[in-house]
């Protein structure tokens, strides 16, 4: 994110500049949703970010409980930017997290987990930075009804883009009958793309904000899209994906619309992924880089694709973090879920992309999607990655046929792993496979966070009857 102040005098001043009337501060919790509260222009002063923000820990999930809730939020001047979105002037600060009871970085704020993780990365002398640019998919419906009590479970979403429109009547007597079709939304152009202008908007508001856009584009799906904004630092491009989904969002929502990333809203249609790529740097070189080599890379490259594809099944617990996230890693739908690498090819877990030079190449981590915390994800595969160098880890492949054409017994005659097929099977793999991240996750992060996710999401999941069940079992 371009920065819009340098320190906190500059912050105060830019302030003055814009009459910002409000400043919001924002954190993240470990599912990744953003939280905030504001405080008056006038009560903030230099000490506010010296000292920090008082606020309930308790109240957060999963975080403290209510006879040690008093915590403090850090906020960072230098990542202030003004909301788009308010009808007062407010300025809007990322914040990391303070543990007053154990005098250090909260161990459960992603965002200063992320910033262990770069000190960590430093600390191994591989490297000084680490980049990452994420590609988040999203959708826009028109509309979403959901119900879920003890005897009823119901959702429906609507676009007009869905092909179920087709016979629908519409208040103005006019159904257009343009639409993309299942699977058939790749750079359709207008009429078929009705989305034009509404992600022309969020690309306008992104660069207000200081986000670097490039790609804007339909996605293959029926209502879906992407826009790809430019690669950071691990905590940068965290910090942006926060900013992106609140403003995809946004822009949907005050525009009549709503806009999800959630990996799989539509049975039988492409899902939305996250796909990551990742590049560690030193001494402003790239260390994934060697001419002449397989897609260019080096030994450092092709040994942390090894360490993350060695450790995916637990990586996925960061990565792909709900149930419907593996929704939509199933064949047939652009989703990888191969535990192999390839150059060019998408339909490999880790792909290289094509034309990859000296200052270009990058793995493509395929799999993960924005159900993820980003701080999480992105410090999970770097540790994983970290972890494959430090052992000279060789990845499966390169694998260069179309991976998506094998038979189950295939892959597995080629010994080729693959991603869990449920978050209960990637929880399981990380009780199993987590000292790879110890050096920056501690134990009680781990634990937590593993129960956080069954308690939230497996076992509710599980004990839910579905539409699909009633369908095939009812009559038995």
């Known amino acids: 994110m371009g920065k819009f102040v340098n320190s906190i005098e500059e912050f105060f001043e830019y302030c003055k500049e814009n009459e910002v009337e409000f400043v919001d501060f924002r954190f993240t919790d470990i599912k990744g949703a953003w939280h905030h509260l504001s405080y008056t222009m006038p009560s903030i002063d230099a000490d506010s970010f010296k ?50 009871y154990k005098g ?28 990452f640019g994420p590609e988040n998919e999203f959708f826009i419906f028109d509309d979403v009804k959901i119900k879920d009590e003890i005897n009823c479970a119901y959702y429906e979403v609507d676009s007009e883009e869905g092909e179920w429109s087709d016979s629908k009547s519409y208040p103005d007597g006019f159904n257009t009958g343009h639409r993309p079709r299942t699977k058939g939304g790749y750079f359709p152009c207008q009429p078929t793309d009705s989305m034009v202008d509404l992600r022309a908007e969020m690309v306008q508001v992104l660069e207000q ?59 039988g249609d492409n899902g939305n992924g996250m796909h990551v790529h990742q590049s560690i740097w030193k001494d402003g070189k790239n260390t994934f880089f060697k001419a002449g080599e397989y897609a260019n890379l080096s030994d450092t490259a092709r040994y942390y694709i090894g360490g993350v594809l060695k450790h995916a099944q637990s990586v996925a617990a960061f990565t792909n973090a709900s149930t419907n996230s593996y929704k939509r890693l199933i064949p047939g739908f652009e989703a990888p879920s191969i535990l192999t690498y390839s150059s060019q090819n998408r339909s490999a877990s880790c792909r290289i992309p094509y034309g990859s030079n ?42 260069d046929e179309d991976l998506f054409e094998l038979s189950l017994d295939e892959i597995r005659e080629k010994g080729i792993a693959q991603m869990p097929h449920t978050l209960r099977e990637a929880l399981e793999a990380l009780l199993k496979d987590q000292d790879y991240l110890k050096s920056v996750m501690s134990d009680e992060f781990i634990s937590t966070y593993k129960h956080y996710k069954f308690e939230t999401q497996v076992w509710p999941d599980e004990g839910r009857p579905t539409a699909f069940e009633f369908k095939s079992t009812y009559s038995c």
């Open 51 to 100: 000292n920090g923000i008082p606020f309930d820990g308790s109240s957060i999930d999963a975080w403290q409980p209510i006879n040690k809730s008093d915590m403090i939020l850090m906020p960072e001047a230098e990542s202030a930017f003004l909301d788009p979105f308010t009808a007062d002037p407010t300025i809007i600060v990322f914040c990391d997290v303070y543990d007053i």
């Open 104 to 131: 250090e970085l909260y161990e459960k704020c992603p965002r200063s987990i992320a910033k262990k993780a770069l000190k960590y990365l430093s600390e191994t002398g591989v490297g000084d930075v680490a980049y």
């Open 209 to 267: 904000v200081g986000l670097e856009t490039f790609v804007v584009h339909h996605e293959v799906a029926q209502a879906q899209g992407e826009i790809g904004v430019k690669f950071g630092t691990l905590v940068e491009a965290a910090d942006n994906v926060q900013i992106y989904k609140y403003v995809v969002k946004m822009v949907a929502h005050l525009n009549g619309k709503t806009a999800t990333f959630m990996p799989k809203p539509l049975y």
């Open 358 to 399: 000296e200052k270009s190449v990058r793995a493509e981590m395929r799999f993960p999607d924005s159900t993820a915390c980003p701080y999480l994800a992105f410090t999970a595969l770097l540790l994983a990655g970290l972890d494959g160098i430090a052992n000279k880890t060789e990845p499966v492949g390169p694998m």
